[in-house]
């Protein structure tokens, strides 16, 4: 299984890591996901899903 959101997509970046003498190496940066059972009003039952953070203040407004 993908570590993605399965409400937004997103998906981990990928970068670089710059020490003080500009040596660089490959860095990623992982979402910070959480497992959340969400209500389905359509099939009125509860869903388990993998959320981010982000998604999970965005489901709460």
């Known amino acids: 299984m993908a570590r993605s959101c399965d409400l937004t997509?997103?998906?981990?970046?990928?970068g670089n890591k710059v020490s003080h003498a500009k040596n660089r190496t490959k860095m990623r940066q992982q979402?910070?996901?959480q497992?959340?059972?969400v209500?389905?009003?359509?099939t009125n039952s509860t869903?388990?899903?993998?959320?981010?953070?982000s998604a999970i203040r965005t489901l709460d407004k």
Not at 9 to 14: D, H, I, M, P
Not at 39 to 42: L, Q, W
């Open 39 to 42: 209500f389905d009003p359509e």
């Open 47 to 53: 869903v388990k899903l993998r959320l981010s953070t």
């Open 9 to 14: 997509g997103k998906r981990r970046l990928v």
């Open 31 to 33: 979402v910070n996901l």
């Open 35 to 37: 497992t959340k059972r």
